[in-house]
């Protein structure tokens, strides 16, 4: 553990209990149950011990002790809109582009998947396409073993990108639907 700057508000215990809260139910920061203290000191310390390593001196020591399968990978699949440059609309050689015209203009979505260590694959869409197809192509495109996680927000949550992925040997961690 790295060396405290002044007395801890919440203890190291109740930060990791906070932390697993995070990645089991996949809910934003802002979303953590006041019992493990504030979001905000989580969060913090949560990033601070990212940038210098000692989340992953905490993951290693745990595959260590075999709390963590080393066979067990979780991969996230998210996407993201990219305003395209007025003169990328000038396609002199007719060649396939992926454009689409929505609310910001023309944009491009670039779908991800990766690992926490690098990306896997990605795919590029018009910005005017839904998420949850290219999300199923994704899935498609990668390899799993059994128990690995696929960590996704509410747009790839349609049954058939569900089914697909459970089909392919995921356990599916989406956020919890909206209180209406």
């Known amino acids: ?28 920061w802002r979303a953590l149950p006041k019992k493990y203290g504030n979001w905000h000191t989580i969060y913090m310390r949560f990033s601070r011990w990212s940038k210098n390593g000692t989340i992953a001196k905490i993951l290693e020591a745990m595959k ?5 399968n080393e ?5 996230f699949i998210d996407s993201t809109s990219i305003k395209v440059s007025p ?18 203009g023309l944009t491009t979505k670039l779908h991800l998947c990766c690992t926490s260590s690098c990306p896997v694959v990605f795919r590029l869409s018009p910005g ?14 990668i390899y799993s073993k059994n128990n690995n996680y696929l960590v996704m927000d509410r747009a790839y949550e349609d049954d058939k990108t569900l089914a697909l992925a459970k089909n392919h040997g995921f356990k599916t961690v ?7």
């Open 1 to 28: 553990m790295p060396i405290a700057r002044k007395p801890a508000k919440i203890s190291n215990y109740k930060f990791m209990c906070a932390m697993l809260y995070i990645i089991e139910n996949g809910c934003k």
């Open 71 to 75: 066979e067990d990978y979780i991969f």
């Open 87 to 104: 003169d990328a609309n000038k396609n002199k050689k007719n060649q396939k582009q992926s454009i689409g015209r929505s609310k910001g």
């Open 128 to 141: 005017n396409s839904h998420d949850a197809p290219e999300g199923r192509k994704l899935i498609e495109s």
């Open 64 to 68: 260590k002790q075999k709390l963590l």
């Open 174 to 180: 989406v956020p919890p639907k909206k209180k209406s």
